[in-house]
């Protein structure tokens, strides 16, 4: 299922958002994104400076897809994480099932150590949302999906039938 197609409810960003924030003070990171496989931005908190999350977001999902074409070659199912240490700066990105990246960005005031500790205790629970939202997204006509009722060609006709 791609990210696109998912169904996120209010509720649901707001475990993840509440999600994010305990990370963000727990890894005590710079900032912490929630983004889908396709690249578009889910959720965040915390800051970067001068910093287009909508690109960031894009570039962390196709960062992803090339480390996993890379794992497929050496016979790896896939890298779970992924680090890139700059000079001051450094990002941390993960899968959280088949759905979402978390992009958690750090400086010296952290270490790369207690970001991986904190994601790996706070990642069931961010799979969790978004095994919700992966099953509701799949069967989007089951019951109470979206509390929008089904709407039959009947229904259509009886409203539009003697317009025209």
Known sequence: MSGSDLILLEEEHVRLSELA???????????VGLIDRNGQPLGWCGELPDVDRTALASLAAGNVAATEGLAEMIGEPSFAAMYHEGESEHLHMSTLGRIAILVVAFNERSSLGLVRLRVRQLAPDFEEVFDVMESRSRNPGGSGALGLPEITDEDIDSLFGDSF
């Open 21 to 31: 924030e305990t990370l963000l003070t727990q890894a005590n990171a710079s900032f």
